[in-house]
Structures are given as C-alpha cells and as structure tokens.
T-cell receptor
Framework: EAGVAQSPRYKIIEKRQSVAFWCNPISGHATLYWYQQILGQGPKLLIQFQNNGVVDDSQLPKDRFSAERLKGVDSTLKIQPAKLEDSAVYLC?????????????FGEGSRLTVL | AQKVTQAQTEISVVEKEDVTLDCVYETRDTTYYLFWYKQPPSGELVFLIRRNSFDEQNEISGRYSWNFQKSTSSFNFTITASQVVDSAVYFCALRGLTGGGNKLTFGTGTQLKVEL
C-alpha cells in the first residue's frame, strides 16, 4: 500500500513570495490533515479535511495560508505571501473513514525555508 | 485546553542501555487518547501506540513498553536494550473527545541518540 505522498520535499523562497505544497493521501482515507512543524517543536494542526469539507481550520493563518481538497482526494496548501516565520516542515497526514483508531499516517513532509 | 509536556529535550545513551522517555499531559476531558509517535531522520512520523483514558493497563511490545498513570497524568515510554536504529525524535500526543475530529496536541519531542 502506497503511503502519503508529498511534494516538493524542499523549497527555498524569498519572503513575500508564494509557495504551494501538494499532498496525496493513502487511497480510501477520507480525512486529510496539514500540520506545521517548526524546528524544535511538535507538529501543530493547520487544517483538517473530511472528504472535501473543512472540519477544523482554527489555527490556519487565513490572511496568508489557504488549502483546498477539491475532489476529496489530494490537497494543496498555499502560502502567499510568505514570511520568515513560515520556515518549517509542512506535514500531510491522512486517516481512514469510520472507526477511528487514532493512527494518523504521515508523509515525509515538505521543508520550507524563507529567506 | 490540552497540553503535553516532554521535559527531556535530548537523551544520549549507549547501545543496549534502557531508556525512558517522559510525558506529562493536561486535559479537562474525562475521555481522551494518548499516543507516541516516532520521527526518524527521514521526517515521517510513525505511530507507535495509542492508549485511551480508561485503559491503564501497561503494555509491552518487544523492546518497547509503556507506563500510563492517570493519577500523575503521565504516559512514559521505555525502550529496553536500545539500538542505534532507535535514534529518532519521539513525540507524545493527546486527543480529547471534546475537541472533535482527529485533532492531536503534540509535545515538543525528545531527541534520542543511541551510540555504539
């Protein structure tokens, strides 16, 4: 079974530029998450989708961050314009529908450096 | 509000030593779940174990064991006879039911280095 796929793995941009990250969850997983992990910290949830609907985006900085999951499968996270403090690893995770086991399946992350 | 504290930022041990990673949590929920995840250098978080608040039975799985004590709000993780491949960052996480969905609150992680 293929795992959660993310791209690009690494991205370096100047502040005020824009960037987009892509995630393809495990096939059949209805729930998709984007987490932000700043160096030395634990992951922080940015947004959670159930199919193509948003369940929780309370910690998403909506003035600069946006995310979509148009067909309930893959998802894109965009940052525009980027700030220095957005330097982090952006982790995508998915979990199956129905009986919740608590296990999230994570991708390897997209590391963003903002200069 | 939920909070997870991992006071140990970094631990270094020599291979074959036992090591315990500490986790203390705070929640107002009476029903909640606790987790441990491992993050190797590749960056991908890997699920290790889940415990619910009604199950205080400790568990052993191979070289791994977990000690859940509700009275002290702790969920500690022990690796017996550590190996170099155990080197990673380990995260403790909490999910309370009132939060809804699958929202996990992670601790800041403990970097474990196992040396030869």
């Amino acid at each position: 079974e293929a795992g959660v796929a993310q791209s690009p793995r690494y991205k370096i941009i100047e502040k005020r530029q824009s960037v987009a990250f892509w995630c393809n969850p495990i096939s059949g997983h209805a729930t998709l998450y984007w987490y932000q992990q700043i160096l030395g910290q634990g992951p922080k949830l940015l947004i959670q989708f159930q199919n193509n609907g948003v369940v929780d985006d309370s910690q998403l900085p909506k003035d600069r961050f946006s995310a979509e999951r148009l067909k309930g499968v893959d998802s894109t996270l965009k940052i525009q314009p980027a700030k220095l403090e957005d330097s982090a690893v952006y982790l995508c995770a998915s979990s199956p529908t129905g009986g919740w086991t608590g296990e999230l399946f994570f991708g390897e992350g997209s590391r963003l450096t903002v200069l | 509000a939920q909070k997870v504290t991992q006071a140990q930022t970094e631990i270094s041990v020599v291979e074959k030593e036992d090591v315990t990673l500490d986790c203390v949590y705070e929640t107002r929920d009476t029903t909640y779940y606790l987790f441990w995840y491992k993050q190797p250098p590749s960056g991908e978080l890997v699920f290790l174990i889940r415990r619910n608040s009604f199950d205080e039975q400790n568990e052993i799985s191979g070289r791994y064991s977990w000690n859940f004590q509700k009275s002290t709000s702790s969920f500690n993780f022990t690796i017996t006879a550590s190996q170099v491949v155990d080197s990673a960052v380990y995260f403790c996480a909490l999910r309370g039911l009132t939060g809804g969905g699958n929202k996990l609150t992670f601790g800041t992680g403990t970097q474990l280095k196992v040396e030869l």
